[in-house]
């Protein structure tokens, strides 16, 4: 019942898992792809750090470590309860987790607004729970802000796309824009997954409207 219940409804608290201290995995030094560091918990002065939930997050990284500015990027989970998650926890809908990608980026070579507008024009920002035929609190659309002026941007750019939406058909967008949670690094078969399984699945929501600049 409660699994049901929190596939469309994020857990609350009192049903959460209880998670765990530390991560229960470890994960590779380097980005397979950007060959900077995986685990960024430090950044290079000068850098800043996006935190976006669009769907499954192989092919979400995918188009974010492509992007030139950005120095690394990661896959986890972000916006739940549960401490230190693994893959099964999250996708049991009992962490309120979303799987996250967090860019580690040169704002002197891509804007923050660039990468919001990637966001925006890679999935379906109006689905709620779901992103095509995965279905699930995990795969809800979302902003996770590191600053102010970045939430400023995140709404700016959000309220100019709704209408290019709204002409098209598409529903309210009903991405979370909120400041940045703690995030959890996802098991490292995760991370870089379409680099080591150049077949594997990619989500295809992407509404194909393009972000008015």
């Not at 409660?2 to 857990?11: D, H, P, R």
């Not at 690094?185 to 990619?202: C, I, M, S, T, V």
């Given at each position: 019942m409660?699994?049901?219940?929190?596939?469309?409804?994020?857990?609350d608290t009192?049903?959460?898992?209880?998670?765990?201290?530390?991560?229960?995995?470890?994960?590779?030094?380097?980005?397979?792809?950007?060959?900077?560091?995986?685990?960024?918990?430090?950044?290079?002065?000068?850098?800043e750090v996006a935190l976006f939930g669009l769907g499954c997050f192989w092919g979400a990284e995918e188009v974010f470590w492509q992007v030139p500015g950005v120095w690394s990027t990661s896959v986890g989970y972000a916006g739940g309860t549960t401490p230190n998650p693994t893959y099964e926890e999250v996708c049991s809908g009992l962490t309120g987790h979303t799987e996250a990608v967090r860019v580690v980026y040169d704002p002197a070579k891509v804007s923050y607004a660039d990468l919001v507008a990637a966001f925006y024009e890679v999935h379906d920002p109006t689905q709620g729970m779901r992103q095509g035929n995965d279905v699930g609190t995990q795969y809800r659309s979302a902003i996770y802000t590191t600053s102010p002026e970045q939430e400023q941007v995140a709404r700016e750019i959000t309220e100019r796309y709704q209408p290019e939406l709204t002409?098209?058909?598409?529903?309210?967008?009903?991405?979370?824009?909120?400041?940045?949670?703690?995030?959890?690094?996802?098991?490292?078969?995760?991370?870089?997954?379409?680099?080591?399984?150049?077949?594997?699945?990619?989500?295809?929501?992407?509404?194909?409207?393009?972000?008015?600049?």
């Open positions: 409660l699994f049901n219940k929190f596939k469309t409804q994020v857990v009192e049903h959460a898992l209880p998670g765990r201290p530390t991560r229960p995995f470890g994960l590779a030094e380097r980005h397979r792809a950007l060959d900077a560091p995986l685990v960024t918990d430090e950044v290079p002065e000068g850098y002409k098209r058909g598409y529903d309210r967008i009903t991405t979370e824009i909120k400041p940045a949670p703690e995030y959890y690094y996802a098991e490292d078969y995760h991370q870089q997954y379409l680099l080591k399984n150049p077949h594997g699945y990619r989500c295809h929501s992407a509404t194909g409207i393009k972000v008015p600049r």
